[in-house]
């Protein structure tokens, strides 16, 4: 028995919709709840170990939006202390730390369980060695005790990544952006580079897409005057 045409766009309509239901897809929000957070660690040259970790500001990180653009830039210390430069703070010191910065949005309700998709364009990604920046997404113990993630490096054009998130109550996802490198003086922040990215279309306009495409079937039918079985 064969499918008419009408079926066979149907068929394909129905797969997209069920395909963008199935799945979970983020991408950059301007309007999302960003969170930011801080690990300190040694510099390489001083054995690498971790310092300390807490929630900072995302403009403390740095990392701002203006419009739909998020730059991600290094990290900035305004404190003259040793403890963050060498010799000290100023135009042209040394930064004594290496700053491992996220900047994230956590759900740890509708996303928990799910397969999860984020994706952006990266527009441009001028960072210099050693300074490193990804996109993420993490899925972590109630107690963040452990965590499974995917990463990939925020080369310019579109990323995407996905993670099978685990099923379990009281976990928490995470997905983002992570930016590593040394503090620097404010005024030496330009030569370091950074990262400028924004979002792509939603998954939600392939479910219009597959309606239209139903519609044009519709179309083709009824120019035809049969649709044969």
Known sequence: ??????????????????????????TVDPAGPWQGFMNVFETPAHGGG????????TADLTASFSGSVLTLGPNSINDPNPFWYTPAGGPGATGNKTMDASMYIEDSGPLVGQKVTFTGNVLSN????????????????PDFS?????????????????????????????????????D?????????????????????????????ILAAGFVACRRQRKCRG
């Open 1 to 26: 028995m064969k499918l008419n045409v009408l079926s066979l766009v149907a068929v394909l309509a129905l797969s997209i919709v069920l395909t963008a239901r199935a799945d979970v897809t983020v």
């Open 50 to 57: 971790f310092v300390f970790g807490s929630p900072w500001g």
């Open 126 to 141: 001028t960072f210099i060695n050693p300074y490193t920046s990804v996109a993420f997404i993490k899925d972590f113990a």
């Open 146 to 182: 452990s965590s499974i993630s995917t990463t990939i490096p925020l080369s310019p054009g579109v990323f995407s990544i996905t993670l099978q998130t685990i099923p379990a109550a009281g976990r928490h996802v995470q997905y983002g952006f992570e930016t590593i490198g040394p």
């Open 184 to 212: 620097v003086w404010s005024t030496d922040r330009d030569p370091v580079g950074g990262v400028q990215v924004t979002a792509v279309p939603e998954p939600a306009s392939l479910a219009l897409f597959g309606m239209g």
